[in-house]
């Protein structure tokens, strides 16, 4: 978080700076909201209010923003606007962009691609031009999702926000400088945006509680307050009595306001943004910075506000915030942060690297000599210089992950990732095309081939694939049948709604629609004899990307009285959807459950994530405890095929040949994550599906 000095530092400036004097307090204050941060994200149940740190932050900025421009007098707005815009590039830049390359770099070499990881990338690019809280908010990012948590640039959302404030805060504030009725309009101007912004939060809330927390219209408000609150400061004035009664009473108020921000650190909650999570440490930080600077020194709270530790502390708390992010998720995806040692480890590291960017990049560039004789545009066209090169640089390592990266995941990852082929080796010549096709909510990717003679015989049938990302992960072996046989391939990405999985007990009206939408596409387009490829997930996972296990006995999640009756629903509901399409002479395939692991293979891959605590359930299963876990979809499955004149396919004994299922075999990886297969599976399981397709058999009931 941008700590600057607002005020100025004795010795450390030119004569007749604009600036304020400079109150060590108000270091402390960061010390406060930057161990607060850091420890919520070490360990939330410690502090789970402590997120709120950023909100103490805000405030500060506000507060000081004011202090460094409030007496200025070398010009007008144009003045005005070169020398902040400047001040503020050689204070959040240079530290900013250090630590943003080398996130980068550590996240090539660690972090494999995945859906756990899939911001992270754009996260970070954003973050170099300060927009990554629009990103976030765009992506319905929230920011205490669990996925969150494998993001290293996801804290650059609060950057963001102070970045596009100082856009727009010379603007406002100019009038301030100019004295007399002018500072009025500047009054009425911070009061006006604060109050649409308090008003935006409390609507956008509503709607959207991710774009809430994330943007600068919703956060404008807390800025603004410390803004409102310097500038009444300093055109409050009092007799000599008055001042002598309210300083008497400032220091039991200063404890007050200190007490509230304590409170609002463990009580302050997700989803309580703006009201009333926000307010609390908004008014505690307002009434500790107009109340601790009003007793100065006289009592043992300002002292210690005041003191060595704590103002050294303040003086770093940008660093410390910028890097204690990273170095927390980067632990989380190779050794973990669990156990006390490595919980120990991720505070030296954070601590020793924050040490070394406020000492060598963000203390040098910050109050350089040589950038003082520049003129004020010169820095910032060398900063706006510097931040593209960077950028440039961050680019290039994100398109050379597979290159760089020490994770075997993205060395070997035509073997991990399911990907549509291309072509074949044994057929020169032929290649696979893909054209996207949307009908209304249908979305569609059609895969075809070309440059091939037309096989001999009687056509194969056209394949139309529909689930979820199950039916995804099938890419490359539904690729495989295009180049072999020469049927087209239909695959519904069917984003954010499943089908066919017989366990999800309501669906939302979106996905109603839109599996109608897919089967009435369906419907026009497959001749009979084409098959229709159902693949999801039917059973509930044993565990998620993000490595945390199933709160429920997962194994008996699908017995029961209620489960029963769930998936007897769920059938009834797909005999009716589905008799339209079997009438029409098109046939249904089913595929039947797939093992399932503990763990996610793709982050347990490599010597640097092997031990993470997330891999503890180790990478297999028993046989006979997943064949029994899945019986129960086995037998609804074959109640449908047995209605629908349908087949199942299974690939179980495939995947799991043995009395125990891994997630290797002879090195090669047969699961990406718990559930999802790799692109070897794909392959290995290619003439299975392709004999089952081509030769229309029919699975048994059992």
Same mark, same amino acid.
């Given at each position: 978080?941008? #700590?600057?000095?607002?005020?100025?530092?004795?010795?450390?400036?030119?004569?007749?700076?604009?600036?304020?004097?400079?109150?060590?307090?108000?270091?402390?204050?960061?010390?406060?909201?930057?161990?607060?941060?850091?420890?919520?994200?070490?360990?939330?149940?410690?502090?789970?209010?402590?997120?709120?740190?950023?909100?103490?932050?805000?405030?500060?900025?506000?507060?000081?923003?004011?202090?460094?421009?409030?007496?200025?007098?070398?010009?007008?707005?144009?003045?005005?606007?070169?020398?902040?815009?400047?001040?503020?590039?050689?204070?959040?830049?240079?530290?900013?962009?250090?630590?943003?390359?080398?996130?980068?770099?550590?996240?090539?070499?660690?972090?494999?691609?995945?859906?756990?990881?899939?911001?992270?990338?754009?996260?970070?690019?954003?973050?170099?031009?300060?927009?990554?809280?629009?990103?976030?908010?765009?992506?319905?990012?929230?920011?205490?999702?669990?996925?969150?948590?494998?993001?290293?640039?996801?804290?650059?959302?609060?950057?963001?926000?102070?970045?596009?404030?100082?856009?727009?805060?010379?603007?406002?504030?100019?009038?301030?400088?100019?004295?007399?009725?002018?500072?009025?309009?500047?009054?009425?101007?911070?009061?006006?945006?604060?109050?649409?912004?308090?008003?935006?939060?409390?609507?956008?809330?509503?709607?959207?509680?991710?774009?809430?927390?994330?943007?600068?219209?919703?956060?404008?408000?807390?800025?603004?307050?410390? *803004?409102?609150?310097?500038?009444?400061?300093?055109?409050?004035?009092?007799?000599?009595?008055?001042?002598?009664?309210?300083?008497?009473?400032?220091?039991?108020?200063?404890?007050?306001?200190?007490?509230?921000?304590?409170?609002?650190?463990?009580?302050?909650?997700?989803?309580?943004?703006?009201?009333?999570?926000?307010?609390?440490?908004?008014?505690?930080?307002?009434?500790?910075?107009?109340?601790?600077?009003?007793?100065?020194?006289?009592?043992?709270?300002?002292?210690?506000?005041?003191?060595?530790?704590?103002?050294?502390?303040?003086?770093?708390?940008?660093?410390?915030?910028?890097?204690?992010?990273?170095?927390?998720?980067?632990?989380?995806? $190779? $050794?973990?942060?669990?156990?006390?040692?490595?919980?120990?480890?991720?505070?030296?590291?954070?601590?020793?690297?924050?040490?070394?960017?406020?000492?060598? *990049?963000?203390?040098?560039?910050?109050?350089?000599?040589?950038?003082?004789?520049?003129?004020?545009?010169?820095?910032?066209?060398?900063?706006?210089?510097?931040?593209?090169?960077?950028?440039?640089?961050?680019?290039?390592?994100?398109?050379?992950?597979?290159?760089?990266?020490?994770?075997?995941?993205?060395?070997?990852?035509?073997?991990?990732?399911?990907?549509?082929?291309?072509?074949?080796?044994?057929?020169?010549?032929?290649?696979?095309?893909?054209?996207?096709?949307?009908?209304?909510?249908?979305?569609?990717?059609?895969?075809?081939?070309?440059?091939?003679?037309?096989?001999?015989?009687?056509?194969?049938?056209?394949?139309?694939?529909?689930?979820?990302?199950?039916?995804?992960?099938?890419?490359?072996?539904?690729?495989?049948?295009?180049?072999?046989?020469?049927?087209?391939?239909?695959?519904?990405?069917?984003?954010?709604?499943?089908?066919?999985?017989?366990?999800?007990?309501?669906?939302?009206?979106?996905?109603?629609?839109?599996?109608?939408?897919?089967?009435?596409?369906?419907?026009?387009?497959?001749?009979?004899?084409?098959?229709?490829?159902?693949?999801?997930?039917?059973?509930?996972?044993?565990?998620?990307?993000?490595?945390?296990?199933?709160?429920?006995?997962?194994?008996?999640?699908?017995?029961?009285?209620?489960?029963?009756?769930?998936?007897?629903?769920?059938?009834?509901?797909?005999?009716?959807?589905?008799? $339209?399409?079997?009438?029409?002479?098109?046939?249904?395939?089913?595929?039947?459950?797939?093992?399932?692991?503990?763990?996610?293979?793709?982050?347990?891959?490599?010597?640097?994530?092997?031990?993470?605590?997330?891999?503890?359930?180790?990478?297999?299963?028993?046989?006979?405890?997943?064949?029994?876990?899945?019986?129960? *979809?086995?037998?609804?499955?074959?109640?449908?095929?047995?209605?629908?004149?349908?087949?199942?396919?299974?690939?179980?004994?495939?995947?799991?040949?043995?009395? $125990?299922?891994?997630?290797?075999?002879?090195?090669?990886?047969?699961?990406?994550?718990?559930?999802?297969?790799?692109?070897?599976?794909?392959?290995?399981?290619?003439? #299975?599906?392709?004999?089952?397709?081509?030769?229309?058999?029919?699975?048994?009931?059992?």
């Amino acid at each position: 978080m941008d #700590s600057t000095d607002g005020t100025a530092r004795t010795g450390s400036t030119l004569s007749h700076s604009p600036r304020a004097d400079y109150l060590p307090f108000v270091d402390g204050l960061r010390a406060i909201a930057v161990i607060a941060v850091i420890v919520y994200h070490l360990r939330p149940a410690w502090l789970p209010g402590g997120f709120a740190g950023v909100d103490v932050f805000f405030v500060i900025s506000g507060f000081v923003v004011s202090a460094s421009v409030s007496r200025w007098d070398r010009g007008g707005l144009r003045e005005l606007l070169a020398y902040f815009y400047a001040r503020r590039m050689q204070r959040i830049a240079p530290a900013l962009v250090a630590c943003l390359l080398a996130t980068m770099l550590a996240s090539a070499l660690f972090i494999p691609t995945a859906w756990l990881s899939s911001s992270n990338d754009m996260t970070g690019l954003f973050a170099f031009v300060g927009l990554s809280n629009f990103y976030l908010a765009a992506n319905h990012a929230d920011y205490f999702s669990p996925s969150t948590d494998f993001n290293p640039f996801t804290h650059t959302w609060s950057l963001g926000v102070e970045e596009q404030f100082y856009l727009v805060f010379p603007l406002l504030f100019f009038a301030w400088t100019r004295g007399g009725r002018w500072r009025q309009l500047a009054l009425a101007l911070f009061g006006l945006t604060l109050l649409c912004s308090l008003g935006d939060a409390w609507l956008r809330a509503q709607r959207d509680p991710g774009a809430a927390f994330y943007l600068i219209s919703t956060r404008f408000w807390q800025l603004a307050s410390g *803004v409102l609150l310097f500038l009444g400061l300093s055109r409050w004035s009092a007799s000599d009595a008055l001042r002598m009664r309210l300083r008497r009473t400032a220091n039991a108020g200063a404890w007050l306001a200190l007490a509230l921000l304590g409170a609002s650190f463990w009580i302050s909650a997700p989803g309580a943004f703006p009201f009333p999570g926000a307010w609390m440490p908004v008014l505690a930080t307002l009434g500790l910075l107009a109340l601790v600077q009003r007793e100065h020194s006289r009592s043992l709270l300002s002292a210690g506000l005041a003191s060595g530790a704590m103002v050294a502390i303040g003086q770093r708390s940008y660093s410390l915030y910028l890097w204690h992010w990273p170095v927390l998720v980067l632990l989380r995806w $190779t $050794t973990g942060i669990q156990s006390w040692p490595l919980a120990l480890a991720a505070v030296v590291l954070t601590v020793v690297l924050a040490e070394l960017s406020y000492r060598w *990049v963000e203390a040098p560039l910050r109050y350089s000599p040589v950038l003082r004789q520049w003129p004020r545009i010169r820095v910032l066209a060398a900063g706006l210089v510097a931040i593209a090169a960077c950028a440039a640089v961050s680019v290039v390592l994100v398109r050379s992950k597979p290159v760089v990266s020490l994770s075997t995941v993205m060395r070997h990852a035509d073997e991990w990732y399911p990907e549509a082929l291309k072509s074949l080796p044994e057929r020169p010549g032929c290649i696979v095309s893909k054209s996207k096709r949307q009908d209304g909510t249908a979305r569609s990717r059609v895969y075809a081939r070309t440059g091939c003679a037309v096989e001999p015989g009687a056509p194969a049938p056209a394949l139309f694939a529909l689930g979820d990302s199950h039916a995804l992960g099938y890419v490359t072996l539904l690729s495989e049948y295009v180049l072999r046989t020469g049927a087209p391939v239909t695959l519904y990405p069917n984003s954010g709604c499943s089908y066919a999985n017989l366990r999800s007990p309501v669906e939302s009206a979106a996905c109603v629609a839109q599996h109608k939408a897919i089967l009435a596409d369906i419907a026009r387009t497959a001749k009979p004899g084409d098959v229709v490829f159902l693949a999801a997930l039917r059973l509930n996972r044993l565990s998620d990307q993000d490595g945390m296990p199933s709160e429920f006995d997962v194994f008996d999640s699908l017995r029961g009285r209620s489960a029963e009756q769930l998936r007897h629903k769920a059938e009834l509901a797909l005999l009716t959807e589905l008799r $339209t399409l079997r009438d029409a002479g098109v046939r249904i395939v089913f595929e039947a459950p797939k093992p399932l692991l503990p763990v996610p293979a793709f982050r347990c891959s490599d010597v640097f994530n092997a031990g993470n605590p997330v891999c503890a359930a180790g990478l297999s299963v028993s046989r006979s405890a997943m064949e029994d876990y899945r019986r129960p *979809v086995v037998a609804s499955l074959d109640r449908l095929a047995s209605a629908l004149d349908a087949s199942v396919w299974d690939p179980f004994d495939l995947l799991c040949p043995g009395p $125990t299922c891994t997630a290797a075999r002879d090195d090669h990886p047969l699961f990406f994550d718990g559930d999802h297969i790799s692109a070897y599976a794909n392959r290995l399981l290619y003439p #299975s599906f392709a004999k089952f397709i081509l030769a229309g058999q029919h699975h048994q009931t059992r």
